[in-house]
């Protein structure tokens, strides 16, 4: 399992039935968790949690405050500064796991100064600004709700980023992938998160299992002649590290592509204890 250490002002506090309890910068949530069907270690704990996302039969839920919390508030993953705002849907707008490949990614940019990275279903780009603060000359930031792209751009004004070469995109991944095909365009990082459903800017329809297929032969052609790294996070349920890593295999023997695919969980290690609660997993290829 790929965890990080680097990301000191998140601390998971505890996990279990069903939910997680975590401190994001000092402010305590506690918001569901289907993989965490193990009983809580620490029910001590769970009464100082300041937010509350309960969830609804009908679908969705809402937020209980104990206390008045302001809109949003910031965390920092090593120099970098990122917004934190509870949303309706549970989410904050960052998914701590994520620090194992924002570890990795600032780790094979220094290897490559003056690299162009493409993000895609980039969310509120705090892989973007990792990128861009380890030294791409170039960062795509690609996602089909502006509302994000916004959010990504705060996460970069905050990060200090406001001159560096970051592109923002509003629309359907796919879509944008094939015309940088025909463009002749080339990246020497390329990171994905595809959703397991949803709809594009304009309505297209996104399903996994129909889509995998497509985003990863065009994330291959789309990667330079002498390229770095391409990670897919994938949170789609019912599919195991072994089969992304199977599709991106077969993919990257087709483009005859030299380097190897890893896959593994990404997981958060629940402090003061010896378990790891986990979040979905990473399959990456790199020289």
């Not at 505890?14 to 000092?26: I, R, V």
């Not at 780009?125 to 990504?152: F, L, N, Q, R, Y």
Request: charged residues 25%.
């Amino acid at each position: 399992m790929l965890n990080s250490n680097n990301f000191k002002d998140y601390i998971l506090l505890d996990a279990g039935d069903e939910e997680k309890l975590e401190s994001w910068n000092g402010i305590i949530l506690r918001r569901p968790d289907p993989m965490a069907i193990w009983p809580k270690i620490k029910p001590e704990l769970w009464s100082e949690a300041d937010g509350y996302y309960h969830r609804s039969s009908k679908g969705g839920g809402s937020w209980e405050f104990k206390k008045k919390l302001p809109n949003s508030w910031t965390v920092n993953y090593n120099d970098l500064t990122f917004k934190v705002s509870p949303t309706n849907f549970k989410h904050t707008g960052i998914f701590p796991e994520q620090a194992a490949n924002w570890d990795f990614i600032s780790e094979k940019l220094k290897t490559k100064p003056g690299a162009k990275v493409l993000n895609l279903f980039a969310y509120s780009g705090v892989a973007t600004t990792v990128a861009s603060a380890a030294g791409a000359e170039e960062v795509v930031h690609v996602d089909a709700s502006k509302g994000m792209v916004e959010w990504a751009k705060e996460n970069r004004d905050l990060s200090h980023l406001t001159d560096s070469k970051i592109r923002y995109i509003v629309e359907d991944c796919l879509k944008f992938m094939r015309r940088e095909v025909r463009r002749g365009r080339k990246y020497d990082g390329i990171i994905m998160d595809p959703p397991s459903y949803g709809r594009g800017p304009n309505n297209e329809l996104f399903k996994f299992e129909e889509q995998i297929n497509p985003l990863i032969e065009e994330a291959v052609n789309l990667l330079s002649d002498d390229p770095l790294f391409l990670i897919i996070n994938t949170y789609t349920t019912g599919y195991s590290s072994t089969t992304i890593a199977n599709v991106l295999n077969r993919h990257i023997e087709k483009a005859n592509l030299k380097g190897h695919v890893e896959a593994d969980e990404l997981g958060i290690h629940i402090k003061d204890t010896d378990y790891f609660l986990p979040c979905g997993f990473t399959t990456r290829w790199s020289k």
